[in-house]
């Protein structure tokens, strides 16, 4: 099974469709590499279109006129260029419940997400991950995860110049992004700029707090969710993540109690 590069993730780490790649020793030597590298906002962008160009080749993604594309449109062609970022979204139709965000600007929705969040919720989602791109949390995470794929040692690393990956290498370079996690403080910023981003363009700040409970949901859930139970481990914790938004919507003025928050029985998008 192959795994997907997750650049900035709300969810967890998520199997795909092919072979995860062995990074080797080359952990330790990343590390080292890190500091000494020069790497800049273009290097991150080049590396994040590369890995993404990789997954759109290795996962089935929905067309032009698929009703999960359709409404992905509907939703966030708006968006396209949002808060001086240049956006790209595709949906892939796979059975992992996921979205991500890169530094270069791509947006990658899953169909099985979809399927369970009304259209609030998907925006406050897709929200958090522009958050995280915004706020630059994925560069030193893709940094780490170049210098693991190209096996550079701490002086090699401080060139100036990011070197060509092969495509296995760019491959290995997704897998090591699927190790990579954000801190507390950053999934709370990007709570915080999800929030500002639904309530700037008027849209229902509660989707935030319902699509948080959503996921709790789902971490709370048997054998099937086991791997968000994994993930949750080292994220914030859905509930009180949701209470923050409910919090600051009762602040505001905005809060509509929405009562009890389930998951759905049947598929949101058709």
Not at 5 to 14: D, E, K, Q, R, Y
Not at 23 to 37: F, P, Q, S, V
Request: charged fraction near 25%; glycine fraction near 6%; aromatic fraction near 8%.
């Amino acid at each position: 099974m192959k795994k997907i590069i997750l650049c900035a993730f709300v969810l967890g780490s998520l199997t795909m469709q092919a072979q995860k790649i062995s990074l080797g020793k080359a952990t330790d030597i990343a590390g080292k590499g890190l500091k000494a590298m020069t790497f800049t906002n273009a290097d991150a962008a080049k590396l994040a279109k590369e890995s993404v160009d990789w997954m759109d080749n290795n996962n089935q993604v929905a067309g032009p006129k698929d009703p999960y594309t359709v409404r992905l449109n509907k939703l966030f062609a708006k968006h396209k260029s949002q808060d001086g970022l240049n956006l790209n979204y595709k949906v892939y139709k796979v059975k992992d419940i996921n979205a991500f965000a890169c530094a270069d600007g791509s947006v990658r929705v899953f169909s099985s997400l979809m399927d369970i969040m009304t259209d609030d919720e998907l925006l406050a989602v897709i929200g958090h991950e522009i958050g995280h791109v915004k706020n630059e949390d994925t560069k030193d995470a893709i940094k780490s995860a170049y210098l693991k794929a190209a096996a550079l040692d701490a002086a090699s690393a401080s060139s100036n110049t990011v070197a060509a990956l092969s495509n296995s290498q760019i491959g290995e370079m997704a897998n090591a992004m699927l190790d990579a996690t954000h801190s507390k403080k950053q999934e709370s910023q990007a709570d915080t700029y999800s929030y500002d981003f639904m309530k700037a363009n008027g849209y229902d700040v509660v989707g935030a707090y319902r699509a948080f409970k959503k996921l709790a949901l789902l971490s709370e859930g048997g054998s099937a969710q086991s791997g968000f139970q994994k993930m949750f481990n080292s994220h914030p914790d859905s509930n009180k993540r949701a209470e923050a938004i409910k919090k600051r919507a009762e602040k505001d003025g905005l809060w509509k109690d929405p009562g009890t928050v389930s998951l759905p029985t049947t598929k949101l998008t058709k």
